[in-house]
């Protein structure tokens, strides 16, 4: 074999023996200046030394001092873990990072009603509490798991929602603003019926889909309902969707039909029925199930004039705008100016201005949203309550 370099003092078995030491040693592979004072040679020499046996370790057909340039590399990788032992190098697996049992949390309170920054709202993230900037904005580390978030202000309605943390997140979040036009009693009868009910605390029932309507067109004596009272019926429910869900949703499909219909989710079937139904000294002009999918909307067509207007159908547009109300997720309000007030001999069908913007806000949260402002923490499913 070529010898590259000059020849050296010392011989290649004997070099790398001095290196192997030398590493010992010095705890580290050495470079040619430390090998040079640690061999007392040259600097020259000392890097000739080094790559002979550099060569050597490249050469295949070498393995007697292969092994010895092995050994080098294995006292060099164990120096550093105080390994003595010229034994081959082993495999390691290093260790994995400690799992991380935290996360930050960041984000920004919004008022649903007007989009403008909530300053000063105490946020609750379960072990940490903190308040928002004037930008509304909020961030802290919190430990993994799911906690139910709460906002507290003099200024909004308590609200709470659930909330996973396993991993840094943006968690913005709206909560009602009592500013800006919003009565918390109006909205209590609107969506909880205390109007009915004065300790009534309903869950949030709305619709989640664009409604489908089948109108049946004859009574359940097989008698024909006029063209006037059906038309009339449909283009009430095609205006008041849009109105009655803050603008979420329209009328999807509205068929027609002498056949009774079984129930179908995602459609409200309307029914009219020529009987008188007694209500306390009054009679009931229609009923329907509130908020339901599928959902029914009955209308008594001849139980009394005071359920009609002069020039209208046979059941009165109000009172279709009414039983819509129930249909689509509302419960009786005071005020006759009120579609959702009791029936006075109003003919007019338009929403008063309350019943708009708290409606519009009860289409913004989930089915389930529970008094005051609290989102349910999973889906759950209600059982139909019918009101007339
Ligand atoms: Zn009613």
Known sequence: MARAGRKPKYTDEAAAALFVAATRKLG???????????????????????????????????????????????????????????????????????????????????????????ANVSVNLGAVTLQTDAAGGFSSTVPFGTTRVTLEAAS????????AVNVNRTLNLDAISLSGGFNLNFYRQLVRNTFDVSAGSEPLRRWTQHPSFYMKI????????????????????????????????????????TAVRESRVGWININWSNRSIALGASFRCGDAFVGASPGT???????????????????????????????????????????????????????????????????RRPVGNLEPDADPSSAIALAPMRVQ
């Open 28 to 118: 580290h592979v050495p470079n040619s200046h430390e090998f040079a004072r640690y061999a007392e040679v040259s600097t020259a020499t000392a890097w000739v030394m080094m790559k002979n046996l550099k060569l050597r370790r490249t050469c295949p057909a070498c393995h007697g001092t292969g092994w010895i340039a092995g050994l080098v590399l294995a006292i060099a990788l164990n120096a550093s873990c105080g390994g003595e032992s010229p034994t081959a190098p082993t495999s390691v697996t290093p260790p994995l990072p400690p799992a991380p049992t935290t996360a930050t949390v960041s984000g920004h309170i919004t008022a649903l009603n007007g989009g403008q920054p909530l």
């Open 156 to 163: 909004i309605v308590p609200r709470s929602v659930m909330a």
């Open 218 to 257: 004859s009574d359940e004596d097989g008698a024909d309902i006029d063209a006037k009272s059906l038309d009339a019926t449909e283009q009430t429910i095609r205006r008041m969707v849009p109105e009655w869900t803050g603008g979420h949703f329209t009328v999807a499909a509205f068929e027609r039909g």
């Open 297 to 363: 909307m009955n209308l008594y067509y001849k139980t009394t004039a005071f359920c009609r207007c002069p020039g209208q159908s046979e059941v009165g547009e109000r009172v279709v705008a009414h039983e819509l109300g129930h249909a689509l997720g509302f419960w009786h309000v005071a005020g006759f100016e009120n579609v959702m007030g009791q029936n006075s001999g109003v003919c007019s069908t338009a929403l008063s201005a309350l019943e708009k913007y708290h409606a519009a806000i009860a289409y």
